[in-house]
C-alpha cells in the first residue's frame, strides 16, 4: 500500500507548549513532505453546562488561525495547513491521517517529581492508528536530545517496518541507529538456576549474535547509515527506557502488532509501559501480523 507523503500533526489549544507541532514541522522540513495540522473539537464539550457552542467555535478556529500563521511564517515552501474537525479527538484524528507518512500527537503526564499516565487522547491515538505515531513530550525542543535513534526490537521475525521507520527518521537527520533488544529469562525458572546452567549466558550470546547479523543486513542495504548494537538482559520496560536515557536517545522507536480489530485497540503492556515512562519522543510502529 503506498504512503501518502504528508505528515499530520495534532494540535489544541496547548500547542505551544506541548513540543508536538515542533517535531512534526521539523520532520516535514527534513523530508520535504508538507505538514498537515489538525484541530479536534470534541463534540461533547457542546453539552457541558455553561459552556455555549459558539464560544466552543470561536476558541477553536482560533488556535487554527494561530497555528496556521505560525506555519506560514516558518522555513521552507512547502504548502503546510492547519485544520478544524469536530468529533471525538482520538478517532478523528486516526481517521484524517490514515495512509499518511505519520501522525504526530503530544503527550503530558511527566511531573517534576513522579512519572505520570499520559493523556487518553495520545493512548488512544496510538492504539487506534494503523500508521506510524510519534508521540512528543511536554515542551520537547529540537535541542533536547544529542544521542542516536534507538530502534527497541523483539526477537521474533515482525521487525521490519520499526526498524524501516527508524532508518526513515535517523537518515533524514544523519544520526546512528541503535538497534536495542532486551531479554529476560522465563519466569518459571530462577535467577541462579538459569544461571548456574549456563543458559543465560547461553540466551545472550545467542540474541548478540542474531542481532549482530540483522546489523550486518542493514548496513547492507544502508551503506550511509551508521549502524549499533544494544543487547541487555532485564525487564523490558525498564531497559528500554533506561536505554533510551543512557544514550540521550532523539526518537526511540517501538513496534507494536495488529492481530485483529479489536486487539489494535489494546496495547501491549511493553509499549504502553514505555509509552507512559519514555523521557524523549517515542514512535510506535504498527505491525500488521
Keep these: 500500500m503506498s504512503v501518502k507523503p ?12 506541548t513540543g508536538a507541532l515542533e517535531w512534526a514541522l521539523q520532520e516535514s522540513l527534513l523530508r520535504q513532505e508538507p505538514l498537515q495540522a489538525v484541530h479536534v473539537v470534541d463534540e461533547q464539550l457542546r453539552h457541558v453546562p455553561g459552556w455555549e457552542p459558539d464560544l466552543v467555535d470561536d476558541q477553536a478556529m482560533e488556535v487554527v ?26 478517532r478523528k484524528l486516526t481517521e484524517v491521517a490514515a495512509g499518511s507518512r505519520m501522525l504526530v500527537v503530544g503527550r503530558r503526564g511527566l511531573g517534576t517529581f513522579k512519572r ?19 508521540v512528543v513530550p511536554l515542551h520537547w525542543k529540537p535541542t533536547d536530545h544529542a544521542g542516536p535513534v534507538l530502534v527497541a526490537v523483539d526477537d521474533t521475525d515482525d521487525n521490519a517496518a520499526v526498524i524501516d521507520f527508524a532508518i526513515g527518521v535517523a537518515s533524514a537527520r544523519k544520526l546512528p541507529v541503535r538497534i536495542l ?15 548456574n546452567a549456563g543458559v543465560s549466558a547461553e540466551w545472550a ?14 548496513r547492507t542495504k544502508y551503506p550511509d547509515v551508521t549502524f549499533e548494537v544494544d543487547v541487555r538482559r532485564g525487564h523490558v520496560v525498564d531497559g528500554v527506557v533506561t536505554a533510551a536515557e543512557e544514550t540521550d536517545a532523539q526518537l526511540l522507536v517501538v513496534g507494536t502488532h495488529r492481530h485483529t480489530r479489536l486487539a489494535a485497540m489494546l496495547l501491549g503492556s511493553v509499549t504502553r509501559g514505555v509509552l507512559h515512562h519514555a523521557t524523549c519522543p517515542l514512535a510506535v510502529v504498527p505491525v500488521q501480523v
Aim: net charge negative; hydrophobic share 45%.
Design 116 to 134: 505520570l499516565l499520559i493523556g487518553s487522547t495520545s493512548e488512544a491515538v496510538v492504539a487506534q492508528a494503523e500508521i506510524p505515531v510519534v
Design 6 to 17: 504528508v505528515i499530520h500533526v495534532g494540535v489544541d489549544g496547548s500547542w505551544r507548549d
Design 181 to 195: 533488544h532486551v531479554w529476560d529469562l522465563p519466569a518459571v525458572f530462577s535467577w541462579d538456576a538459569m544461571n
Design 205 to 218: 550470546e545467542n540474541a548478540q549474535k542474531h542481532f549482530e547479523d540483522v546489523a550486518v543486513e542493514c
Design 65 to 90: 488561525n494561530e497555528v496556521q500563521k505560525y506555519l506560514d511564517e516558518s522555513p521552507g515552501t512547502l504548502d503546510n495547513e492547519a485544520d478544524l474537525l469536530v468529533g471525538p479527538p482520538a
